[in-house]
């Protein structure tokens, strides 16, 4: 798996400056929408950004757009792919949970999932998903990043005596 693996703290710190960008595009509590995004905005966090396409009746998820970085660590292209053609059954169940709460609930949603499902159980992804609406409602597509993070360098608060 040819992934770029960065520090936890790092993940977080590009976590909050795409989410203080993403917060910065909303109008009245309107949710913004894929036009109001300006790539430009976080250029050094495209590699392992995404865009997911809400698809309805029945509700399920579509990759429209899936950073460089991303290929490594699903060792393929996803673009265009269904969650249940990018993830075996337990993830994709995992990412259909998920993304159906960013679109019920309209705000963020932020986790850590194992790459154990693609043979790499010390590695992780530090997500984070965004909604967008193009009514400034209604969520029809997410915004992702993610960061994968070596769980090595994970601090678990326990400590040698």
Do not use: C
């Amino acid at each position: 798996m040819a992934a770029q693996i960065g520090a936890p703290t790092a993940a977080a710190r590009a976590h909050e400056e795409l989410f203080a960008y993403w917060a910065s595009l909303r109008n009245a509590g309107r949710l913004p929408s894929r036009r109001d995004v300006d790539p430009g905005g976080f250029k050094r966090l495209l590699p392992t950004v995404s865009l997911i396409d809400v698809v309805s009746d029945p509700l399920d998820f579509r990759v429209r757009l899936a950073g460089t970085g991303l290929y490594g660590v699903y060792g393929r292209e996803i673009t265009g792919r269904m969650l249940s053609e990018v993830y075996n059954s337990a993830a994709a169940d995992y990412w259909r949970a998920e993304l159906t709460k960013v679109v019920a609930e309209r705000r963020p949603s932020v986790g850590v999932h194992s790459l154990a499902w693609r043979g790499a159980s010390h590695l992780s992804i530090m997500w984070l998903r965004l909604p967008l609406a193009s009514n400034g409602y209604d969520v029809d597509m997410i915004l992702g990043y993610d960061a994968v993070v070596g769980m090595s360098q994970m601090p678990t608060g326990i400590r040698a005596a």
